[in-house]
């Protein structure tokens, strides 16, 4: 018998025979375990949900697409201009999603390993602690990277074609990516055990705190690297200036500049063979990412086999004293404003609002959506631009707009999307009471409806202001926010009661799932339309404007197709909103608990 691999002294899981497993035999069983699961659930949608798999799979398919085309076309913009801009962009980029990928495993890892009922029976078998951490860990880490792969992929596939990378540049993609994803991954899981160990009984003041503090240097950092009044914006001054700005935040110690110097050494295609240094270089780079990702995975499972069974227990028993009586000041304060509503939608609505703040899976996440956000915005410069580049700010003006509408269509699958799936385990309460079903269904639609109207169109006010946008284009603007955030409600809930998962108790999983993944990219489909109906006619009338008398019969002409497309923007906004709920209603009144 073998337990050296993770240091701890309690026997393994016992065989048929009761000759006590080894670790290898142990890691054996559970993916054993782990490839059955995926094989029923494989076989499940494949006899019950073909067509949603088919469907889920083109809209993917054409996600990428879409991201691999702006991808490409945007490298092929910036080697037009300059050579210096490709590694900003990947250090920036990547850059940000090691963060999100930090913070994004800590929270999942949290919810699987410390909210989770089957911690309870595993804790109780001889399973070695550190075995259950590699397991979890393990699904942590490729729930957390699915978006990572979907975005990072047609970013790199687009750079290696745009540089005419060679053949042995692709085929060092994966490899890269999973050593990156790792590395991030591992810190956030290490801190998550230390967090909870050590910080239990101020875990949530702990939380709170580290959310603020990432957000406040990242605003910090954002501001000092973009601020600076430039009159000459667009021009070939303008980027050298930029880039020479955005140079600062790259960094050797980083593993986003490993990252990036590896693979771009593996796109050089200067003529020379294979023998000399781009790819071996590469190579190097790779190994340096997958030692540290190696590195970091054994010292974090040590700290888990040491620590595990110790912090579930603390979280469990020293948070366990009666609450006082009363209601909290900021739960008054929402009853306040949502008195005009009826009583029965309004309870409902204070239910989910009490449920979202005392989960700290959840708002921690709203606050890092919160955060980046902001940071997006705070790089938003306040500059002063002749009329030439009128046409061009407006449409920065609308891309902000879709920047938040994705932000927000993220935050609706994985908040909005699991509610009805997570209330299988209170409907035993919310069932006996006098409200009908639609009733529940629309407190869900409402709660996620008016609490994403403000936030957003006060940052795409905030932003309109900033870049001096006109008055119309504001108005165009805060009508596609509504539109956007009643639609984006719409999908979630709707496909929430279509497609509930009322086992499982993880919102991350049920946000990962099938339906979650369908509800996402459906959210982006819709987001790129409704945007493209409204700033394409503002374009054009805008254009009109500017080139003076002449063109003022265009212009009354074009102001007639904004009206147009604002018309059919509110139209598919309706369809939008409307066939997902009535879905939702249709399934949710037959469903069975």
Known sequence: ???????DPRP???????????TAEEGKLFRRLRTWLMLSTARQ?????????????????VFWGGLFALSHEG????????SQAEPIVFDLFYGSLMVMLTVSTAIILYGGLYNNRDMEYLLSTPTRAGRIF?????????MSSWGFILLGSPLLLAYGLAVNAPWYYYALLLPYMIAFACIPAGIGA???????????????????VLCLLVVGLAVLAGWSVISGGQNDLLTHHWFEHAVARLGKTQNRFLPSWWLRCGLMEAARNDGHSLSIQPWSQSLLFLALLTSNALLIHQVTVAVAERILAESYSRLHTVGSSVRRGGTAIVDRMLAVVLKPLPTTTRLLLLKDFRIFRRDPAQWTQFLIFLGLVLLFFTTVQWITYDKQYVLWINVVSFLNLGVVGLILSTFTTRFIYPLISLEGRRFWVLGPLPLS???????????????????CALLILLSDIVLSIAPLVILVHQLTNLLLCCGLSGIAVGLGAVMPAMRETNPSKIAAGFGGTLSLVLSALYIVVLVTLTAVPCYLYLDAVQRGAEAAAQANHWAWVVAAGLALAVAIGGMTTIVPMRLGLRAFRRLEF
Not at 1 to 7: I, P
Not at 12 to 22: D, E, Y
Not at 190 to 208: E, F, N, P, S, W
């Open 1 to 7: 018998d073998s337990s050296a691999e993770f240091g």
């Open 12 to 22: 393994g899981i016992p065989n048929s025979g009761g000759r006590l497993l080894t």
């Open 45 to 61: 949608l494949w006899r019950t949900a073909r067509l949603r798999l088919w469907l889920t799979t083109l809209l993917s398919l």
């Open 75 to 82: 490298f092929v913009f910036l080697r037009s201009v300059t």
């Open 134 to 142: 590699v397991v979890k860990f393990q699904e942590a880490v490729v």
């Open 190 to 208: 290490l801190g998550c055990l230390l967090i909870v160990q050590y910080l239990t009984r101020l875990r949530k003041v702990a939380l709170i």
């Open 437 to 455: 079903r639609d009733t529940i269904l629309w407190g869900k639609f409402l709660f996620a409806a008016l609490g994403s109207t403000l936030p």
